[in-house]
């Protein structure tokens, strides 16, 4: 039985903006599951006194201190913008009709 | 025929759930230095972290952090000893990493209460609201929808962002379901958000000004057949922006679901907007079909662990809390009830406490600031603090108690600071406006009014000694009203034989 089914990764796809084709979809659903197979083993290996992680590192609290740095410029932070008006970024119209 | 309010409650019972966002007052953004400040040019306050641009790493600001610690001590949550960072993904470019970093299944506080109290029919009730969470996050982009009519998404050519607010701390306080508040269900909800924007407050963490946004609720409501014990399906209300929309949004849903209940059809799980004008709601975005926000622990962020000493430090700093504080100075002032929710009510009690720290007496204080001054901004539609400051009013208070103003002429000193014709004595010195201490003086006026009313002078010869008032009024008058009254009435009688 696979881990993750063809349709659940048409759904992440769908979910992430990603267009993809019926093969894309096979070829990514077959490599997905041999991913989360191998991710699988780790946690069996894992045993109760392994407590779950989700960073590499064993540090906590790394922190700045509340104090203000420059910005950008708005020139520099709408450089990269396909489009923009009044200073601002411009974007595609957000909804469809309804 | 369709229900009110008070026959919707005979059918239905209301379920709460409030969900307040506030912004707090931290000089640089969560994850960033980009300055907070409100009001700033569109992008001013940006850098690579806020803009999501590849390759920037987030850090941690730590006065967030305390700040957070604060408001869960403040609300009797638990500390967790650790808690995470998730990315929240969605697309929607209000947030220009396309996910908000937010805090999932393991928020920093949790479990704990607020005791809010209502004034009813009945007496003061206290409502025990359960606070289930209280969590860090970051506050999103603002976006200006331009074409179509009415400024709104829907029909919008394109929109326009701007992210100075994008990373902006953020902290979310969630409440557990707040049953059997029946009837009062729109108080204890407007009472909620007013003791926990005054816990804010006196925390100095937050501006927590509803109307710009840094305070902000959604209401969750959802109502059940009396006796049914079954819960019935929820509405959020978002973004209801004053304490009486809040009230105002509660009551308007639980008319609007009680009718549809009524009439056979269902209430449907989704989120609305709350209408200032008619104070009804109505249905908001459609969201992503089934909100699916794949949330996982944000890897570019470590764990935050606070340890037991650096709760304790900032336990020890927690204020006094606002309502055993009102209750102190209520009795140190000796100030009725209702004077006192006058007070409160007009936000002017810190105000108050400031010019009695000042040395002033708690009654002038207070019958100033509500009365004369409130009187003029609320003519002019701003604060009371903006027109004059704190030290002005106590100064001219002290003289008011030393004799040297009169009610009448400290009316006219206040216009003048008012009006920005200088300090106090500047005005006072510029309009002439001493009391007439000297007796000789003043008796010159007294002879003056007798002889203009002798009749009246007769008859408090006579031992009619009411009858004075009229002579006063003439001594005042004489004096443009620069007199003590007390003193013109003592040397009046005094004269007449009395």
């Known amino acids: 039985m696979a881990a993750i089914s063809r349709d659940e990764v048409a759904n992440l796809a769908r979910l992430a903006r990603i267009s993809m084709s019926d093969a894309e979809l096979d070829h990514l659903a077959g490599e997905m599951d041999v991913i989360l197979g191998a991710v699988a083993r780790v946690q069996e290996v894992a045993g109760a006194d392994v407590p779950p992680t989700s960073h590499p590192l064993a540090v906590s609290n790394v922190t700045r201190d509340d104090v203000v740095t420059p910005s950008l410029t708005p020139e520099q932070a709408l450089s990269g913008a396909p489009a923009s008006s009044e200073q601002r970024f411009k974007v595609p119209k957000i909804l469809g009709e309804e | 025929m369709s229900l009110n309010y008070d026959s919707a409650l005979e059918i239905y019972e209301p379920t709460l759930g409030l969900e307040?966002?506030?912004?707090?007052?931290?000089?640089?953004?969560?994850?960033?230095?980009?300055?907070?400040?409100?009001?700033?040019?569109?992008?001013?306050?940006?850098?690579?972290?806020?803009?999501?641009?590849?390759?920037?790493?987030?850090?941690?600001?730590?006065?967030?952090?305390?700040?957070?610690?604060?408001?869960?001590?403040?609300?009797?949550?638990?500390?967790?000893?650790?808690?995470?960072?998730?990315?929240?993904?969605?697309?929607?470019?209000?947030?220009?990493?396309?996910f908000q970093t937010s805090q999932y299944d393991e928020p920093i506080c949790v479990n704990g209460s607020l005791d809010v109290e209502i004034e009813t029919d009945e007496g003061n009730k206290v409502f025990k609201v359960e606070i289930e969470r209280v969590h860090m996050e970051e506050d999103t982009g603002k976006s200006l929808h331009v074409g179509g009519s009415t400024g709104r998404i829907h029909g919008a050519d394109y929109s326009l962002l701007d992210y100075n607010r994008a990373g902006i701390p953020l902290v979310e306080i969630v409440t557990k379901i707040v049953p059997n508040t029946g009837k009062y269900a729109p108080l204890v909800a407007r009472g909620y958000v007013a003791a926990l924007r005054d816990i804010l407050r006196s925390l100095k963490v937050s501006d927590v000004k509803m109307e710009q946004g840094s305070l902000r609720c959604d209401v969750n409501l959802s109502l059940s057949k009396r006796g049914s014990g079954v819960l019935g399906t929820r509405s959020e209300t978002k973004n209801v922006n004053s304490l009486r929309s809040v009230e105002r949004a509660v009551t308007g849903e639980i008319v609007r679901q009680a009718n549809r209940l009524q009439s056979g059809e269902k209430v449907v799980q989704e989120t609305r907007h709350f209408l200032e004008e008619s104070g009804q709601t109505r249905p908001g975005r459609s969201k992503e079909q089934a909100e699916d926000y794949r949330y996982f622990p944000e890897p570019d962020l470590v764990p935050v662990a606070p340890?037991?000493?650096?709760?304790?430090?900032?336990?020890?700093?927690?204020?006094?809390?606002?309502?055993?504080?009102?209750?102190?100075?209520?009795?140190?002032?000796?100030?009725?009830?209702?004077?006192?929710?006058?007070?409160?009510?007009?936000?002017?009690?810190?105000?108050?406490?400031?010019?009695?720290?000042?040395?002033a007496d708690p009654t002038r204080a207070r019958?100033?600031?509500?009365?004369?001054?409130?009187?003029?901004?609320?003519?002019?539609?701003?604060?009371?603090?903006?027109?004059?400051?704190?030290?002005?009013?106590?100064?001219?208070?002290?003289?008011?108690?030393?004799?040297?103003?009169?009610?009448?002429?400290?009316?006219?000193?206040?216009?003048?600071?008012?009006?920005?014709?200088?300090?106090?004595?500047?005005?006072?010195?510029?309009?002439?406006?001493?009391?007439?201490?000297?007796?000789?003086?003043?008796?010159?006026?007294?002879?003056?009014?007798?002889?203009?009313?002798?009749?009246?002078?007769?008859?408090?010869?006579?031992?009619?000694?009411?009858?004075?008032?009229?002579?006063?009024?003439?001594?005042?008058?004489?004096?443009?009203?620069?007199?003590?009254?007390?003193?013109?009435?003592?040397?009046?009688?005094?004269?007449?034989?009395?």
Not at chain 2, 311 to 326: F, H, N
Not at chain 2, 402 to 421: F, P
Request: glycine fraction near 6%; charged fraction near 25%.
């Open chain 2, 367 to 498: 019958s100033w600031w509500l009365g004369e001054i409130s009187r003029i901004a609320n003519e002019r539609s701003v604060l009371p603090t903006d027109l004059i400051t704190v030290s002005d009013v106590a100064q001219i208070i002290e003289l008011i108690t030393k004799g040297e103003l009169t009610d009448k002429l400290a009316r006219q000193v206040v216009e003048g600071v008012i009006a920005k014709e200088g300090t106090p004595s500047q005005v006072i010195a510029k309009r002439s406006l001493k009391v007439v201490s000297d007796d000789s003086q003043l008796m010159k006026a007294i002879a003056e009014a007798i002889a203009a009313a002798p009749e009246t002078a007769q008859k408090v010869r006579d031992g009619n000694i009411p009858a004075a008032g009229a002579l006063i009024g003439a001594v005042m008058k004489l004096t443009g009203g620069q007199a003590d009254a007390a003193r013109v009435r003592q040397l009046l009688l005094k004269h007449l034989g009395q």
């Open chain 2, 307 to 359: 340890d037991g000493k650096w709760i304790e430090e900032l336990r020890k700093s927690l204020p006094e809390k606002p309502a055993e504080r009102r209750k102190r100075l209520q009795q140190a002032w000796a100030v009725p009830d209702k004077e006192m929710r006058a007070m409160v009510n007009a936000e002017l009690l810190d105000t108050v406490e400031q010019t009695v720290l000042l040395g």
């Open chain 2, 20 to 98: 307040v966002h506030v912004e707090l007052n931290t000089n640089s953004k969560m994850f960033c230095g980009c300055a907070t400040e409100f009001g700033a040019q569109p992008n001013t306050q940006t850098c690579p972290v806020c803009l999501g641009l590849p390759g920037s790493l987030p850090v941690v600001n730590k006065r967030a952090i305390e700040s957070t610690i604060l408001i869960g001590l403040a609300l009797n949550c638990s500390i967790a000893p650790f808690s995470r960072f998730a990315r929240k993904n969605y697309f929607y470019p209000d947030m220009p990493k396309n």
